[in-house]
């Protein structure tokens, strides 16, 4: 056996380890993973789960940041495509330097924007909803995805748009029926960035939720009781989050090798 092949195997062996080391503490109720250490669940149980599946404030938590993670997902390509273009095809005064300040809200720190953010929601009473959280995330989001699809849309040759407007397409039909689909690589690649980044996020979707839109990494600290921690309740909503990465991942997975290939990222 080659030694790349060796290197590779070792590289997957790793990499796949501490989802396994989850998956097997998911399957173990919180005393046998406290009293021995096992390779493999020696009582496999799926209490864990039941009990995630049967708590209102468990599955709510999984509803509720998918829903304000499709919503920013959304909302950030609506923005982001349109400026994209811009960028892309026109040149104007402050073009460069507005595109670097867009870059610089992604580099800044959450904590920076979280007191703005919380007072501006609790005026308009926004706190506690789905849409304050996803709006806060495309503070993030959106300057990476016009970075992104902006490297995408000048990849295109401007004689397309050229072409198109002198067989008398209007601008909206010639961006929605020619032109994205020429780009639809970038968009998977954005919509993939956006949805992981509003996935993992948590010191604004613990801070401006409280009960109704509670996502479910906030729900995660419910695990800690007088007892301890419950590991085994810990490692089953661990599993579970990776389900809709995962998912991800695999409806865009040809755009996203064409992205990392063509693009930016």
Not at 40 to 52: L, V
Request: charged share 10%.
């Amino acid at each position: 056996m080659k030694k790349r092949t060796i290197t590779f195997i070792i590289y997957i062996v790793l990499l796949m380890l501490p989802i396994y080391w989850m998956l097997n503490m998911s399957l173990q109720n919180n005393a046998d993973i406290l009293g021995s250490f096992n390779l493999f669940p020696k009582n496999i149980t799926f209490g864990n789960y039941i009990n995630i599946f049967t708590d209102p404030a468990w599955y709510s938590g999984y509803i509720n940041s998918i829903i304000y993670v499709t919503m920013n997902m959304v909302i950030s390509l609506a923005v982001a495509l349109p400026a994209a273009y811009a960028f892309s095809r026109y040149n104007f005064i402050g073009d460069k330097q507005i595109f670097f300040w867009l870059l610089t809200n992604r580099m800044a720190p959450a904590a920076v924007f979280l007191l703005p953010f919380f007072q501006l929601y609790s005026t308009f009473g926004l706190i506690d909803t789905h849409i304050a959280v996803a709006l806060a995330h495309c503070l993030f989001n959106v300057p990476l995805s016009v970075w992104i699809l902006e490297g995408f849309m000048s990849g295109v040759p401007r004689e397309i748009d050229e072409t198109a407007f002198i067989d008398g397409y209007k601008f909206p039909r010639f961006f929605l029926t020619i032109f994205l689909p020429l780009i639809k690589s970038g968009i998977g690649v954005t919509a993939f960035f956006c949805f992981m980044f509003s996935w993992v996020e948590l010191l604004f979707a613990r801070t401006l939720t409280v009960t109704n839109a509670k996502p479910i990494a906030a729900t995660m600290t419910r695990t800690v009781g007088a007892g301890g921690l419950d590991w085994g309740l810990l490692a089953a909503a661990g599993m579970l989050t990776i389900i809709p990465g995962a998912l991800i991942i695999y409806f865009v997975r040809n755009n996203l090798a064409k992205g990392f290939a063509m693009g930016r990222v």
